[in-house]
C-alpha cells in the first residue's frame, strides 16, 4: 500500500481529510441509525416519566412541538345559533332528493343539542391547550430540543442508508485504488506487474463508467420519473473518478516498482474486482445487456443495511486490532508449552467467538491474522502450519450465533430461520475444529519439547488473567449497560451496532490505561502501539477505508458474476428431479464448493438462494440441511485455489516476507509440508464438508432412533429442530385414499400382533366390490407419519418460535411463519399487509410477546392453536385470546388464519 506524506494541515494529511474523517462520520452516523431506534424508545419513555402528568392528562408525545390555539368559538351564542339554522334550512331550496322522499321536519332541539355538544367538544380543546402550555416548561423546551434532534438525524439516516452506503463506499474506492489495496493472487511488485494492474483497473472502470451512464439514460428514457438520480449520478462520479485514477497509474508507475517481472506473472496481480467487472461487462455488453453492470452494482443499495452492518464489522476488527487484548489472551495460553497444534487449535476455537461476531470470516483474519501467525510461530510451528491457522482462523465461526451470513440467508429464504440454522452450526463447528486438531497431529513432525508442569503453568496464566480482566469487565457493563438502559440485547440483530462500541470502550481504557499490560512489561513494539486514542481511533479508520474499499466493491462485483451466471444459463442445467436424494446432495455439494470458489458470501447466498435453493428443495433436501452444506462448501472454496479469498487476506497482513520465508523453509520437504498452508485447511473442510453432507442426511434418516441418544447424553437442548422433522419428501403425486379401518399398515401399529405391514401389503389386493370390501392397498407402504402428539409438538414449537421471532422484533422471521394462503385482514394485499406488518414491528423499541395456556388440537394437515396472548410495546399492553389455524405446507406448519377475542 502507498503512503505519501504530503503536507499536513492542523496536523491532518489532506488523505485524512478527505478520506478518514468523513469515513469516521458516516460510521458514526451509521451508529446513530442502528441505535436511534433504541435510544428515542428510551428517550420518549425518559420524557413521559419526567413531564407526563396523569391527574392533568397531558402526556409527553403532546409536549413535543408548541401546541396551536384552537380557532373555533368556546362561547357561541345556542339560542341564535339554532334560530340561524332553522331559517337556513326553510328557505333553503328542495333538491330533488327531497322532493322523493318528501319534507323532513326540521328539529330544532336536535339543532341545539349538536352545537352544544360542539362547544364542550371546542370548550376540551382549550383546556387541553391551556393544560398543555402550561406544561411547556423551559426543562421541556431543552429535553424535547435533544429528543426531536436525535430523531431528525435518526429518520434522516434511516431514509437515507443506501445513499450514506454509496457515499461511504465511493470514498472508500477512491482510496483503495489509489493506493493499490485491491485484493489479488499476489500484490504487484514489478513494473510489468504495475503496468497490467492498472490496464486491468482501467478497463474494469471504464466498463462500469459506460454502463452507470447508460442505465441513467435509460431511466430518463423510460419516461417514469427517476426516483432517486442521485444515486445513479455518485456511480457515474465514482468510476469515472476511478478510471482517471487507473490511467494515471498507467502512464506513471509507482516509485516503488521494482524492475524486471513478466507479463505473464503479471496476470496474477490483476485485482479480483477488475477481473470480475471485465469478465461480467464483457459478457453483458456481447449481450447487449450495457445497463447490466450497473444494474447488479446496484443491488448493494438495495440491500444497504447488511453492507452498512459490515462496514460496522470492519471497522470493529480494525478498533480490535489497535487494542491489545488480543496479545494478551495469548499471554494466558504461554505458560503451558503447548504443542504448536494443540496450542493453535485452542486459539482456533477463541477466535471462531469473535469471527462469529465481526460476521465475516475475513473481517478477523484482517483483524487478527497477524498476531495469530507471529503467536502459533512463536511456539515451535512450521510457517506453512501458522499460515494455515491464519487463515483459518476466520472461517470455523461462521455457522455460530450471531453471523451476519446466517442473517442474510434466513431473511432470503423464509424457509429457514436464524435458530434452526446456528443450532446445526453449533454441531458443524465442533465437527470441523475436531478434524483439524486430528489431522494437525497426524501430520505433526516429531519434536522432542519440554511440556510445562500444571503446578508452574497455572499459577503464570492466573497472573496473565489479571491484565485481560478489565476488558472482560468493560465488555460485560456495555453490554448490560445495552439491556438496562435501552432494553436491548446482544444478538444477531444488535451486534453490528453493539460490538463498535464495545470496542470503542475498549480502545479508550486501553490507550489511557498506559504502563505495562503484562507481567514482566511490554516490548518496544508493544510500547509504540500504546499510542494515543485519538491516533488510535484514527489508524483504525483509516485502516476500515482499504477494507470497505476492496471488500464491499468485491461484494458488489461478485453479484454482477452471479448475475452473469444466471443469465447464461448454466443453472438451468441442474435437473429440476434427481430421482436420488443422494445424487442431489452430492451435485449440490460440488456445485456449492465451485462457487464459493469465485464469488463472496453474500453475492454467493443471493444467487442460491434465486437459482438453486428450491431445486434442492424440490429434490428432498431439507432446507436447513442445504444450507448447512453451502455455508460448509462456501468457507472450502474461500480456502481453496484458484482465488482462495481467506488465504489472500492471510497472506495481506504476514506480508510477502513472511511467504518467501514458508517457500524457502519448506522447498525440501515433502509434498505436504511444501503445500501445508492449503492443503492442511482443505483436508479439514472438505472431510467435513463430506460429513455434513452424507451425515447430515443419515441424521435425518434416522431422527428418531437418534432421540434416546441424545436424551441420554442430556443434549436435548443442543439437538438441532430439523432432526425432529421430517425431511421434505420431493413432490409425488397424492396416493389413493384409504379407508382408516382397512389400512393394514395402520392396524400393525396399533395391534403389535399383527403380521408386519410388508407381509400384509406383499399379498394380491382384492379387487373392487370384492366380498371383503377392502379398498384395494397402495402398491408400496408407505412410511409411518408422525404421531398426534409429535405434531402437537412441532406446532407448540411453531408457536413458540413465531412468538420469539416477533418478540425479537424479526420481522422477515416472523413473516415467515405465514402462508402464502393466509386470509388476509380486510381488503389489505398481501404486500399491503406485510408492509403494515413492518412499518409496526420496527417502530416498536421493543416487543414482548408471552403466550399461556396453550391448547393445540390436530386434524390431519390442518391444527388450531389457541392460547391466552400477553402483549407489551413501549408504553402500550393488552391481553387477549388468540386463535390461530395452521395447515403444513411443504413439511412446515404455517399460518392460514389468526383471530383474536
Known amino acids: 500500500m502507498q503512503s505519501s506524506a504530503g503536507k499536513k494541515w492542523f496536523g491532518r494529511t489532506p488523505s485524512e481529510w478527505l478520506s478518514s474523517l468523513p469515513i469516521f462520520s458516516l460510521l458514526l452516523l451509521t451508529l446513530i441509525i442502528g441505535t ?103 426543562e421541556v423546551e431543552v429535553f424535547r430540543e435533544i429528543e426531536t434532534g436525535f430523531f431528525g438525524i435518526f429518520k434522516f439516516g434511516t431514509e437515507n442508508r443506501p445513499l450514506i452506503l454509496l457515499i461511504m463506499v465511493a470514498i472508500a474506492a477512491i482510496s483503495t485504488t489509489k ?72 502512464l506513471k508507475i509507482p516509485a516503488q516498482a521494482e524492475e524486471g517481472g513478466s507479463y505473464g506473472m503479471g496476470l496474477l496481480s490483476i485485482p479480483l474486482y477488475a477481473f470480475m467487472a471485465l469478465n461480467a461487462g464483457i459478457n453483458f455488453f456481447m449481450d447487449d445487456y450495457i445497463a ?82 507471529r503467536e502459533v510461530l512463536a511456539v515451535g510451528a512450521r510457517r506453512h502450519f501458522a499460515l494455515a491457522a491464519t487463515a483459518m482462523s476466520g472461517s470455523l465461526g461462521v455457522v455460530l450465533r450471531p453471523c451476519l451470513l446466517i442473517v442474510v440467508i434466513a431473511a432470503l429464504n423464509k424457509e429457514v430461520t436464524t435458530s434452526e440454522l446456528y443450532g446445526w452450526g453449533l454441531f458443524v463447528f465442533i465437527l470441523t475444529s475436531t478434524i483439524f486438531m486430528i489431522i494437525a497431529l497426524l501430520k505433526a513432525e516429531g519434536r522432542v519439547t519440554e511440556r510445562a508442569k500444571a503446578k508452574e503453568a497455572l499459577p503464570q496464566s492466573l497472573r496473565a488473567l489479571v491484565p485481560v480482566s478489565p476488558y472482560i469487565l468493560i465488555m460485560l457493563l456495555v453490554v448490560y449497560g445495552y439491556e438496562y438502559l435501552l432494553d436491548t440485547k446482544l444478538d444477531e440483530f444488535t451486534a453490528p451496532v453493539m460490538l463498535p462500541v464495545i470496542m470503542l470502550f475498549v480502545i479508550i481504557f486501553d490507550k489511557l490505561r498506559g504502563g505495562p499490560t503484562k507481567v514482566g512489561g511490554d516490548t518496544p513494539a508493544e510500547k509504540k502501539k500504546n499510542q494515543g486514542l485519538e491516533m488510535a481511533v484514527r489508524s483504525a479508520t483509516t485502516e476500515t477505508i482499504g477494507h470497505i474499499g476492496a471488500l464491499i466493491m468485491l ?28 445424487m442431489a446432495l452430492t451435485i449440490f455439494m460440488f456445485m456449492m464448493v465451485f462457487i464459493g470458489m469465485v464469488m463472496d458470501p453474500f453475492g454467493a447466498v443471493i444467487l442460491v438462494s434465486a437459482t438453486v435453493a428450491p431445486i434442492a428443495y424440490s429434490n428432498g433436501i431439507h432446507p436447513v440441511h442445504f444450507w448447512m452444506i453451502v455455508i460448509t462448501a462456501f468457507e472450502l472454496g474461500y480456502l481453496s485455489p484458484p482465488v482462495a479469498l481467506n488465504q489472500l487476506l492471510a497472506r495481506q497482513v504476514v506480508g510477502e516476507a513472511e511467504m518467501d520465508k514458508a517457500a524457502e523453509d519448506t522447498k525440501h520437504k515433502p509434498f505436504y509440508y511444501r503445500y501445508e498452508r492449503w492443503l492442511l ?107 398426534p402428539a409429535q405434531l402437537q409438538t412441532e406446532v407448540t414449537e411453531v408457536v413458540s418460535n413465531w412468538a420469539a421471532a416477533w418478540s425479537a422484533r424479526d420481522v422477515e422471521g416472523y413473516l415467515s411463519f405465514y402462508s402464502s394462503s393466509f386470509e388476509l385482514p380486510g381488503a389489505l394485499s398481501r404486500a399491503q399487509w406485510e408492509s403494515q406488518r413492518r412499518a409496526r414491528i420496527a417502530n416498536k423499541s421493543s416487543i414482548e410477546v408471552d403466550i399461556s395456556n396453550l391448547n393445540v388440537q390436530i386434524n390431519g394437515e390442518e391444527a388450531t392453536a389457541e392460547f391466552d396472548q400477553s402483549y407489551k410495546a413501549d408504553k402500550y399492553s393488552d391481553n387477549v385470546r388468540k386463535t390461530l389455524r395452521l395447515k403444513k405446507e411443504d413439511g412446515r406448519w404455517k399460518i392460514v388464519t389468526e383471530q383474536a377475542s
Not at 367538544?121 to 383546556?127: I, L, T
Not at 485491491?182 to 494492474?197: A, E, G, M, N, W
Not at 480494525?318 to 504461554?334: A, E, N, P, Y
Not at 443469465?567 to 441442474?574: A, D, F, K, Q, Y
Request: glycine share 6%; with cysteine.
Open 36 to 138: 436511534g431506534e433504541m435510544v428515542h424508545g428510551q428517550l420518549l419513555r425518559l420524557g413521559e416519566r419526567m413531564f407526563g402528568d396523569p391527574e392533568n392528562q397531558v402526556q409527553y408525545f403532546l409536549l413535543r412541538a408548541d401546541p396551536s390555539a384552537p380557532t373555533c368559538e368556546a362561547n357561541p351564542d345556542i339560542d341564535a345559533l339554532v334560530a340561524k339554522q332553522v331559517a337556513d334550512a326553510e328557505s333553503a331550496p328542495k333538491s330533488d332528493l327531497d322532493l322523493l322522499f318528501g319534507d323532513v321536519a326540521i328539529d330544532p332541539n336536535e339543532i341545539r343539542a349538536s352545537l352544544e355538544a360542539a362547544r364542550d367538544q371546542c370548550r376540551e380543546r382549550f383546556a387541553v391547550y391551556e393544560r398543555v402550555s402550561k406544561a411547556i416548561t423551559p
Open 179 to 250: 493506493h493499490f489495496h485491491h485484493i489479488s493472487l499476489r500484490p504487484p511488485r514489478t513494473k510489468k506487474d504495475f503496468q497490467v494492474y492498472s490496464l486491468a483497473m482501467l478497463g474494469a472502470n471504464l466498463l462500469m463508467t459506460i454502463s452507470a451512464s447508460y442505465y441513467l439514460k435509460l431511466q430518463y428514457d423510460s419516461g417514469v420519473a427517476v426516483e432517486n438520480p442521485l444515486i445513479s449520478i455518485i456511480a457515474i462520479a465514482l468510476f469515472a473518478a476511478l478510471s482517471f485514477i487507473s490511467l494515471k497509474d498507467v
Open 681 to 787: 485447511p482443505v483436508y479439514t473442510l472438505f472431510i467435513g464438508l463430506l460429513i455434513v453432507t452424507y451425515g447430515g442426511q443419515a441424521l435425518i434418516n434416522n431422527a428418531d432412533n437418534l432421540k434416546p441418544v441424545s436424551h441420554f447424553l442430556g443434549l436435548d437442548q443442543l439437538r438441532p429442530a430439523v432432526l425432529d422433522q421430517s425431511p421434505t419428501p420431493a413432490v409425488e403425486p397424492p396416493p389413493a385414499e384409504v379407508p382408516a379401518a382397512a389400512d393394514p399398515a395402520a392396524d400393525a401399529m396399533l395391534d403389535p400382533a399383527l403380521p408386519p405391514a410388508d407381509d400384509l401389503l406383499g399379498a394380491e389386493p382384492p379387487a373392487v366390490g370384492d366380498a371383503a370390501g377392502v379398498a384395494p392397498a397402495a402398491p408400496v407402504a408407505a412410511p409411518a407419519g408422525p404421531s
Open 292 to 373: 447490466g453492470l450497473a444494474i447488479y452494482f446496484g443491488q448493494i443499495t438495495e440491500l444497504s443495511s447488511i453492507f452498512l452492518n459490515l462496514a460496522l464489522y470492519l471497522w470493529a476488527g480494525m478498533l480490535l486490532k489497535q487494542t491489545r487484548v488480543v496479545s494478551l489472551f495469548m499471554d494466558i495460553l504461554r505458560p503451558w508449552k503447548l504443542p504448536p497444534e494443540v496450542f493453535t487449535y485452542i486459539v482456533l476455537l477463541a477466535a471462531a467467538v469473535p469471527t462469529a461476531y465481526t460476521g465475516a470470516s475475513g473481517v478477523f483474519v484482517i483483524a487478527a491474522g497477524a498476531i495469530v501467525y
Open 555 to 582: 461484494m458488489a462485483l461478485s453479484i454482477s458474476v452471479g448475475g452473469m451466471i444466471e443469465r447464461s444459463g448454466l443453472m438451468s442445467i441442474v435437473p429440476a428431479e434427481m430421482g436420488s436424494i443422494w
